[in-house]
């Protein structure tokens, strides 16, 4: 490798350190991305790369919209009422509550993409739920942030938007490419939390516990009465397009126009002010942009950087001797990365821009490469225990973070080593 190549293997190594030391996400990759580019003697190639990541329309128009949507649905407290909807049937059946709370927790995330989101709308309403029917906290919350990577699934989920890009490919099938491995990974969530809960004897907390909990949680506002219209405003764009891409071709339609659709669902069925819902479905682009288009943006600056200095090259040559390091490496790199870093945002949008597009240099599929990155990303982010969704959910049960990931990495690390065994 150039003298330049292990330049950029250190200033990897910064940036990773950087990242785990919480520093601004944004800042730390267009920092990176821009040094190299400037070493390699190639400024413009940083601001090229900043600019055409800035108008890519299929991402902004998909991450946009699904942000304004999560948006007004939280404002109508559509969310709330799903998941009461939800967790109605589940109260009554012991330790199944365990593995049912993280389907319904998946369930939701699929409609809420945002995993600290979802995790606060399904964790306000089932963790109480859970422990008032003899569940530790730490496993009613473990529970609930085992399925926050159901938007894996969901048309919402950037990096599903930045693959299918790559790819050259609806966003709908490359949903559909990876619903088998994603729900394969969910099984295992499943069987391994309840294992996990069943060997920790999470199904008889002593009353110290007990008492703990609720010394601390404050009383939740109820909803009231289940307003069955309001709970299916979160679904309505995921309908339309699985019903348009499957049943009914003439209905079938990009994101951003079905979020929109689902947002005028939503304020048709909620009642709420309009001008305050505008406000609010606005603000959710905005925010949309600024937040993930903004992560996408300068990991695509950061990825330009390793390309200039030849780092890129050098990697992809190595991965071309052998299909199992491909195969490891998208795996393991993602995972492992978001288990440090705890985003998985990072991680994957970084190796999708860098890495992925020559997938097929070294005997493997755009699309599948790219679907192994982002799922890998979610798993390692859901045993992290400095990720904002563990945080979340380790207030909500009032416990702290490592009491969760010590329910969730065994069935966590069996499920990323599986994926990299099938999905290749």
């Given at each position: 490798?150039?003298?330049?190549?292990?330049?950029?293997?250190?200033?990897?190594i910064?940036?990773?350190?950087?990242?785990?030391?919480?520093?601004?996400?944004?800042?730390?990759?267009?920092?990176?991305?821009?040094?190299?580019?400037?070493?390699?003697?190639?400024?413009?190639?940083?601001?090229?790369?900043?600019?055409?990541?800035?108008?890519?329309?299929?991402?902004?128009?998909?991450?946009?919209?699904?942000?304004?949507?999560?948006?007004?649905?939280?404002?109508?407290?559509?969310?709330?009422?799903?998941?009461?909807?939800?967790?109605?049937?589940?109260?009554?059946?012991?330790?199944?509550?365990?593995?049912?709370?993280?389907?319904?927790?998946?369930?939701?995330?699929?409609?809420?993409?945002?995993?600290?989101?979802?995790?606060?709308?399904?964790?306000?309403?089932?963790?109480?739920?859970?422990?008032r029917?003899?569940?530790?906290?730490?496993?009613?919350?473990?529970?609930?942030?085992?399925?926050?990577?159901?938007?894996?699934?969901?048309?919402?989920?950037?990096?599903?938007?930045?693959?299918?890009?790559?790819?050259?490919?609806?966003?709908?099938?490359?949903?559909?490419?990876?619903?088998?491995?994603?729900?394969?990974?969910?099984?295992i969530?499943?069987?391994g939390?309840?294992?996990?809960?069943l060997?920790?004897?999470?199904?008889?907390?002593?009353?110290?516990?007990?008492?703990?909990?609720?010394?601390?949680?404050?009383?939740?506002?109820?909803?009231?009465?289940?307003?069955?219209?309001?709970?299916?405003?979160?679904?309505?764009?995921?309908?339309?397009?699985?019903?348009?891409?499957?049943?009914?071709?003439?209905?079938?339609?990009?994101?951003?126009?079905?979020?929109?659709?689902?947002?005028?669902?939503?304020?048709?069925?909620?009642?709420?002010?309009?001008?305050?819902?505008?406000?609010?479905?606005?603000?959710?682009?905005?925010?949309?942009?600024?937040?993930?288009?903004?992560?996408?943006?300068?990991?695509?600056?950061?990825a330009?950087?390793?390309?200039?200095?030849?780092?890129?090259?050098?990697?992809?040559?190595?991965?071309?001797?052998?299909?199992?390091?491909?195969?490891?490496?998208?795996?393991?790199?993602?995972?492992?990365?978001?288990?440090?870093?705890?985003?998985?945002?990072?991680?994957?949008?970084?190796?999708?821009?860098?890495v992925?597009?020559?997938?097929?240099?070294?005997?493997?599929?755009?699309?599948?490469?790219?679907?192994?990155?982002?799922?890998?990303?979610?798993?390692?982010?859901?045993?992290?225990?400095i990720?904002g969704?563990?945080?979340?959910v380790?207030?909500?049960?009032?416990?702290?973070?490592?009491?969760?990931?010590?329910?969730?990495f065994?069935?966590?690390?069996?499920?990323?080593?599986?994926?990299?065994?099938?999905?290749v």
């Amino acid at each position: 490798m150039s003298l330049t190549a292990w330049i950029a293997v250190a200033v990897v190594i910064v940036t990773v350190y950087c990242l785990i030391k919480r520093y601004e996400t944004r800042l730390v990759l267009f920092t990176a991305g821009l040094f190299l580019c400037c070493i390699s003697m190639k400024p413009m190639m940083a601001l090229d790369q900043f600019a055409k990541s800035m108008t890519t329309a299929t991402l902004i128009m998909a991450i946009c919209g699904s942000m304004g949507f999560a948006y007004v649905v939280t404002h109508t407290q559509c969310d709330k009422h799903l998941v009461s909807l939800l967790a109605a049937p589940l109260k009554k059946i012991g330790i199944l509550l365990i593995p049912a709370a993280t389907a319904v927790t998946f369930f939701v995330n699929i409609a809420l993409p945002s995993a600290a989101g979802c995790a606060a709308a399904v964790g306000a309403t089932l963790i109480p739920v859970m422990i008032r029917s003899g569940i530790r906290p730490a496993a009613a919350g473990a529970a609930i942030l085992m399925g926050t990577y159901g938007s894996c699934l969901s048309p919402g989920m950037s990096h599903n938007n930045f693959v299918a890009k790559i790819s050259n490919m609806d966003v709908m099938d490359v949903i559909g490419l990876h619903t088998p491995f994603t729900l394969i990974m969910m099984a295992i969530g499943l069987v391994g939390i309840t294992i996990v809960c069943l060997v920790l004897r999470d199904n008889k907390p002593s009353q110290e516990e007990l008492d703990a909990y609720y010394a601390q949680a404050g009383q939740a506002a109820e909803i009231g009465r289940i307003n069955i219209l309001k709970a299916l405003a979160p679904l309505v764009p995921l309908c339309i397009l699985v019903a348009g891409n499957q049943w009914f071709p003439a209905v079938k339609m990009g994101v951003a126009q079905a979020m929109v659709c689902g947002a005028i669902y939503t304020l048709a069925v909620s009642w709420t002010n309009p001008q305050q819902f505008s406000k609010e479905f606005f603000k959710g682009m905005g925010s949309g942009y600024g937040s993930v288009m903004g992560i996408i943006i300068a990991a695509g600056v950061f990825a330009a950087g390793l390309r200039a200095t030849g780092l890129v090259d050098a990697f992809v040559a190595g991965l071309k001797a052998s299909n199992e390091i491909a195969r490891w490496g998208g795996s393991l790199g993602p995972f492992i990365l978001a288990v440090i870093t705890g985003s998985g945002d990072a991680a994957t949008f970084a190796f999708n821009e860098a890495v992925t597009p020559h997938a097929a240099d070294f005997g493997m599929q755009v699309p599948n490469l790219g679907a192994l990155a982002l799922i890998s990303g979610s798993l390692g982010r859901t045993m992290s225990p400095i990720a904002g969704v563990v945080i979340v959910v380790s207030g909500l049960a009032m416990v702290q973070p490592m009491q969760l990931v010590k329910r969730t990495f065994i069935p966590m690390i069996i499920a990323v080593f599986t994926l990299a065994l099938i999905m290749v």
